[in-house]
C-alpha cells in the first residue's frame, strides 16, 4: 500500500501542474467521451469472453467492462500488457470456472479486431498525408527478433510440457468467437468502433481544452504520436516519445502555428489527467475485486505501480 501511496502523491503533483489554464468545459467532456471508450471496449470484450465461456459461467456484462477499465487504468502505470494482466485477475476472480488462460485467450481475440481498425484508421492517416513517415526503426529491428524467439520458444516449450501444451489449449479455447467471423463483426466489430469514434472524440475535447486547433488533421496527428511513442516499452518514456513526435509534426502537418512547448504540454497534461483517474478507478475496482478468492489483483496492481507512475494511458 505505501506503493500505491506514493504513486498518488506524484500523480496528483502532476495533475495540478497539468491541468493549469487549461479549459475546464472541455477537459471534464474529454474525460467523459474517454470513459465512454473504455466501457464500449469493455462490452466488445465481454462478447468474446460469453462466447468462450461454457453455458451459465459467463460473467455479468457489467463485471467485464470494470475489468476492462481496471487494466486500462493499470495500462497507464506500467505498460499495455501491465493492464492485461490485471483485466485477467480481476474477472477471474468473478469468474474461477473460466480461468486464466482462457481469458487471456480472449484478450488476443478482441485484440484482432481492434488491430484491424486502428490498421484502416493508419492507412487512411496516410493515405491523405497526415501520418509520419515510416522507415524500418531500430525498434522494429529489435522487436521484429524478439517476437520471433517468443513464438520459437512457445512452440519449443508446448512440445516438452504438458502444463504449457494445456494452457495453450485453453487460450486458443478463449479465440472461439473468431471461429465464426459473422458472429465477431456482429457483437464485437460495432463496440470497437465506436470506441474508437468516442476516443478520436474525447481527442478533439483535450485539444479544444489546452487552446488548440481540433481539426480532423489535428486528432488523427495525435493518435498517430500515441501510437509511435508506444514503440517504446516504458510508459513514462513512451509520454516523452510521443511529445516529441507531436511537437515536431504537429505545425508543419495541420498548417498551424503552435510552439513546441504548447503542444508538448497539451500531451503530457491530458496523458497525466487520464493517469490520475484511470488509477483511481482501478483501485476501486480492484479493491472491489480483491474480496473474492484467488490472486489478489490490488496487491499485484501495487506492485506496478512502484514503478514511476507513467502519464499514458492505454485503450
Request: charged share 10%; proline share 5%; aromatic share 6%.
Amino acid at each position: 500500500m505505501d506503493a500505491v501511496a506514493e504513486a498518488f502523491e506524484h500523480a496528483i503533483a502532476g495533475l495540478v501542474d497539468a491541468v493549469a489554464g487549461v479549459a475546464p468545459a472541455w477537459l471534464v467532456l474529454g474525460v467523459v467521451f474517454h470513459l465512454l471508450n473504455q466501457v464500449a471496449r469493455g462490452i466488445g470484450w465481454h462478447a468474446v469472453v460469453e462466447a468462450a465461456c461454457e453455458d451459465g459461467t459467463a460473467p455479468r456484462k457489467r463485471h467485464s467492462v470494470a475489468a476492462w477499465v481496471a487494466g486500462a487504468g493499470a495500462g497507464g502505470v506500467v505498460s499495455a500488457r501491465g493492464g492485461d494482466a490485471v483485466r485477467v485477475l480481476v474477472l477471474n476472480r468473478r469468474t474461477p470456472e473460466a480461468g486464466g488462460a482462457l481469458l487471456t485467450g480472449t484478450l488476443v481475440a478482441e485484440c484482432v479486431g481492434e488491430t484491424a481498425i486502428g490498421g484502416a484508421l493508419l492507412a487512411f492517416g496516410l493515405a491523405v498525408g497526415l501520418g509520419p513517415s515510416f522507415g524500418l526503426s531500430t525498434s522494429t529491428l529489435f522487436y521484429v527478433p524478439a517476437v520471433l524467439l517468443v513464438a520459437v520458444g512457445a512452440y519449443l516449450l508446448a512440445r516438452r510440457s504438458v502444463r504449457v501444451r494445456r494452457f495453450l489449449a485453453k487460450a486458443a479455447h478463449g479465440c472461439a468467437l473468431l471461429r465464426c467471423p459473422k458472429a465477431y463483426s456482429r457483437q464485437v466489430l460495432p463496440w470497437q468502433l465506436l470506441s474508437r469514434v468516442l476516443r478520436l472524440v474525447a481527442l478533439g475535447c483535450f485539444l479544444a481544452a489546452f487552446g488548440l486547433p481540433a481539426t480532423p488533421a489535428a486528432v488523427l496527428l495525435v493518435v498517430f504520436a500515441q501510437s509511435s511513442g508506444r514503440l517504446v516499452p516504458f510508459s513514462p518514456a513512451s509520454v516523452g516519445a510521443g511529445a516529441a513526435i507531436l511537437a515536431a509534426t504537429f505545425g508543419p502537418i495541420t498548417g498551424d502555428t503552435v510552439s513546441a512547448s504548447h503542444v508538448a504540454a497539451f500531451f503530457v497534461g491530458t496523458s497525466t489527467v487520464l493517469t490520475v483517474i484511470g488509477t483511481v478507478l482501478a483501485l476501486v475496482i480492484c479493491a472491489q475485486a480483491s474480496a473474492k478468492a484467488g490472486p489478489n489483483p490490488l496487491t499485484v496492481l501495487g506492485r506496478l505501480m512502484r514503478m514511476r507512475p507513467a502519464t499514458a494511458p492505454r485503450p
